[in-house]
């Protein structure tokens, strides 16, 4: 998988709703790629602060919800694929 691929189920990967093949290929794939394991690390810790908090703050349920819409709309710089050598050769 890359990044992309994983951008779109990490998520669902995260709350234990993907298959298991699924699940699989974003595990190996967090484990090569510092950039989505750092991802999936600030998923986790956003969940776990939440989940402590009887009840979050308006003010706090609305930067995580502008948080995610940057997520959805500002796509990294640069090749993915390029990052993890899985560029395809010229000319091909």
Known sequence: MNCMQVGRVLQSYLDGETDEVTARRVAAHLEDCRRC????????????????RAEPDGG????????????????PAGDDDAEHGTTPPAGA
């Not at 690390?41 to 956003?46: D, T």
């Not at 706090?60 to 796509?75: H, Q």
């Open 37 to 52: 394991g750092l991802e999936a690390s600030v998923y986790r810790e956003l969940h776990d602060a939440l989940a402590r």
């Open 60 to 75: 706090a349920v609305e930067r995580l919800r502008a948080f995610g819409a940057s997520l959805m709309s500002d796509p």
